[in-house]
């Protein structure tokens, strides 16, 4: 029962498909962001070309799917969505890109997961509109070179750090986006509780906010989980807050399971570090990716763990959250 800033059933992408905001202006936040796309998006409109590849960066929920659908749609152009995953071969990549019709825009998320032969095809693709295509094999093998209708790629990433340079350097622009405020999570939750037309007082929505993990993902499946519980239990407001957030391990700070055992990990067995990211991995039986881009993030945003050049360290902090004593034996 862990509330996850990723999907993980179609009702739950049903429901963030309910509650997208589908303009800039409504997207919460990000004012920066939202300011560059917009210049973006007028400058390639005032020149009739098709806008630059967008590079969108960030912790997973924070609104880059969002924002890709919402360059589409105030751009008037359609969108074609993909996935690094599901790109293995280059070929894959040759499919889609020759498919695409003229300024196009085509997502694609998790792009550090492509795979290696499609990012090197990607590359002339995004500068030239241009693949080469390989036929045969062996010394009779030749590369036939394919024109692409113009597009806009535009490639989301956990971490802009993934990526392999070549890649990265071809992107017009790259936004980093960044955890929200509790007050901008408010105005997150205020507008999903007029959408799915629920009432929540004042003192439930900061409630909420506030162990949001700075996601708007999350505080949208946090107020769900209270709705749930308030239809069940009758009972509604900042008690119906707490107890439900408390059946779902969602602590004050808004860490859940999976943070609070990377923290304890830490703490119980390496006296707080620094840990290495891959022994922190095994250790909790998570993938290296995963602690890295989910976990870390909003640790090290809310100062609970620092990264050195020797590993991850557990703030002081990080001991009182947990309430764990520093074990002082054995140091002399
Ligand atoms: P990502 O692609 O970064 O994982 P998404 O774009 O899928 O995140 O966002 C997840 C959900 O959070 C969306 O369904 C949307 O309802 C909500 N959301 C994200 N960012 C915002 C925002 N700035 N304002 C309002 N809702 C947002």
Known sequence: AVVRPTPESDAELAFEGALRPKT?????????????????LDA?????????????????????????????????????????????????LAALLSSLVPGEILFIDEIHRMARSAEEMLYLAMEDFRIDIMVGKGAGATSIPLDLAPFTLIGATTRSGLLPNPLRDRFGFTAHLEFYEAEELERVLDRAAGLLALEIDSAARQEIAGRSRGTPRIA??????????????????????QAALALYDVDELGLDRLDRAVLSVMLTRFDGGPVGLNTLAVSVGEEAETIESVVEPFLVRIGLLTRTPRGRVATGEAWRHLRIDRRTDGLF
């Open 44 to 92: 390639a409109r005032l020149q009739n070309r098709t806008p630059d590849h967008i590079l969108l960066a960030g912790p997973p929920g924070l609104g880059k799917t969002t924002l890709a659908m919402i360059v589409a749609e105030e751009s008037g152009r359609p969108l074609r969505i993909s996935s690094g995953p599901a790109i293995q071969h280059a070929g894959d």
């Open 24 to 40: 800039l202006a409504e997207f919460v936040g990000q004012a920066k962001v939202r300011a560059q796309l917009q210049l973006l």
């Open 220 to 241: 949208n499946r946090l107020l769900r989980r209270v709705r749930d519980y308030a239809l069940v239990h009758e009972s509604d407001g900042l008690e119906a807050v």
